[in-house]
């Protein structure tokens, strides 16, 4: 190394703290400029999509195959998966009901586990990982190969070909797919807790059924799975629509959506529970 | 029932030029523009060439006259409308007498090939099924590729998937056609297949066509005038024979295929001396 280039080193390297700071800051500035600039464009994507709904009326058969693709393509890692949640969450809650001599009550633990907080949260991240990947790596892919440019010239508009379908079926499949977890979540907790451990089939139903209130219960279930199919869906096509088009940003799109989705839900899901059922224990 | 003449139903451009653009300047970033004042007139009928060297412009330009892109300032006019006055609905109403082949074909990959050329028509006219089956068919005949109708885009080679967007790009029979880079990545024999078709159709259909490229060798043989774009902006212009016999260095390194000249070999970078003291 010469000994210019060593001088040079070491006036850099003198330079450091006031450079770094400068770089941290720039960088600092750089990510806030950039966030507030994709938070609005996130606000008028989402404006833009909420306008093109009808239009995914319109074209129902472009909806109804995104249905098929996100709902019915998703069916095998939600019924399985609920039914092994069912199942664990049988033999878990058993094993702790019988401390108190409770065990009667499993039905009603498993049901309302399922019915207020497993179905919608454990089927939204199922649903995210499954579907919204999915929805994000097409749109992005359609972005990358020129396809989505390919429809604006020809005058047609992405946003109602493309991105309106992929939500709607989003939002549309997802509640089917809660339900249909908590219902094979429950399912698999009566083959373990009456089938396998031999609690009384009547106990089992007669207790969930006294205690599962539609309104309270699986209603506000129902509305938590809407909200996590609005989010999911949102976010799944929006990163699409906005993935840098190569390879990479394909990738990295994809991956903010499984984040982001799975955030989204876990943190949607505490605000709605409290609104939803702040009563349960503040009075003890 | 009265017959209706060919060029009544051929929707030509009604101005003698097609495609005018004054004085455009854009860049995606204001502090780096990337065409400088673009001045470039294409008359109605013409096939036109823009040839110049990789990432210097030349998309942008069929991008911005498709509108979808903005210039930073001067007019792009097709058709006699200013592209950049046009609201969303009148942009659109320009955009269905435009096709436009992408680079890479950029077909839908979830549909036939029948169904791709199908979908400009079903999006856009009321046409009963079965009609829209023979226009298809014959667009795909005119291409060559009638027998490919229910293949999937997977299922082609680059020259086929050229041909069909090209089969495409003609769907609503458009008064202007803007082929992205044709030819990149053809064999010789789908290249010439292409070429010919770009020429055919143009004279056939009686548009105007505009084809990005460079392909010097091939645009020579097809095209009726060239546009050479270096650095943002038209540096030489002419006929095919008048390029051929051109003594514009740049003009001559770019039909030479020399590596240094006008464009330099190496990307601007410290002196040599001083990156390895």
């Known amino acids: 190394m010469s000994a210019e280039r060593r001088q040079r080193q070491a006036a850099g390297a003198q330079r450091m703290p006031a450079d770094s700071v400068t770089w941290a800051l720039r960088r600092v500035g750089g990510h806030t400029l950039d966030s507030i600039e994709r938070l609005g464009f996130a606000a008028r994507f989402s404006v833009a999509v909420l306008m093109h709904l009808p239009g995914a009326f319109r074209r129902l058969q472009l909806t109804l195959r995104e249905i098929y693709f996100s709902g019915v393509l998703s069916l095998v890692i939600i019924l399985v998966s609920g039914l092994f949640v069912g199942m664990v969450l049988a033999l878990q809650g058993y094993e702790v009901l019988t401390r108190y001599g409770a065990n009667e009550s499993l039905g009603i633990l498993v049901a309302l586990s399922l019915v207020r907080e497993l179905g919608p949260v454990v089927a939204g ?92 219960d699986i209603l506000n279930g129902f509305i938590k799975s809407v909200v996590f199919g609005i989010a999911v869906s949102a976010i799944a096509v929006f990163e699409g629509y906005n993935a840098r088009p190569t390879a990479e940003g394909v990738s990295t799109a994809t991956t903010r959506t499984v984040v982001a989705s799975s955030l989204s839900i876990l943190a949607l899901d505490f605000v709605l529970t409290v609104f939803m059922f702040r009563g349960v224990g503040v009075s003890a | 029932m009265s017959v209706v003449e060919p060029a009544a139903v051929l929707p030509t451009c009604p101005t003698e030029i097609a495609v005018r653009m004054t004085g455009v300047w854009f860049g995606y970033d204001r502090r780096r523009p990337v065409l400088r004042g673009i001045d470039m007139a294409i008359p109605r009928g013409k096939l036109v060439a823009i040839m110049g060297g990789s990432g210097c412009g030349k998309t942008t330009i069929l991008r911005l ?102 089969a495409r790009a003609i769907a609503l029979d458009p008064m202007l056609v803007m082929y992205d880079e044709p030819f990149a990545g053809l064999d010789p024999i789908s290249l010439g297949i292409v070429g010919q078709l770009v020429r055919k159709l143009n004279d056939a259909l009686g548009i105007t066509s505009v084809v990005v490229t460079h392909d010097i060798y091939e645009s020579l043989k097809i095209v009726d005038y060239i546009y050479f774009v270096a650095e943002g902006r038209i540096v030489a212009q002419g006929t095919p024979d008048e390029v051929r016999q051109s003594k514009d260095s740049f003009v001559r390194q770019f039909v030479d295929g020399e590596p240094d000249g006008p464009v330099p070999f190496h990307y601007p970078a410290r002196a040599v001396t001083e990156e390895f003291a």
């Open chain 2, 65 to 166: 006259i498709g509108g979808q892109l903005r210039q930073q300032s001067g007019t792009i006019t097709v058709a006699g409308q200013d592209v950049m006055a046009l609201d969303r609905e009148a942009l659109f109403a320009l955009r269905r007498r435009i096709g436009m082949l992408f680079q890479f074909g950029a077909l839908f990959t979830d549909m036939s090939v029948f169904e791709n050329i199908a979908f400009p028509m079903r999006e856009h006219t009321e046409l009963q099924e079965e009609l829209i089956r023979d226009l298809v068919l014959m667009k795909l005949n005119a291409v060559g590729l009638r027998g490919a109708a229910q293949l999937r885009p997977a299922e082609l080679s680059g020259g086929m998937s050229r041909r069909v967007a090209l």
């Open chain 1, 125 to 216: 991240l199922l649903f995210a990982s499954r579907a919204g990947s999915a929805v994000t790596a097409e749109i992005g892919l359609m972005k990358t190969t020129e396809q989505l440019s390919a429809m604006e010239m020809m005058a047609v508009d992405p946003l109602a070909r493309v991105v309106a379908p992929r939500f709607v079926g989003g939002v549309v499949s997802m509640p089917l797919l809660a339900a249909l977890f908590s219902t094979l979540g429950v399912f698999g907790a009566y083959l373990v807790g009456v089938k396998l451990i031999g609690i009384d089939s009547g106990a089992f139903w007669g207790n969930m059924r006294a205690a599962v209130d539609f309104g309270h």
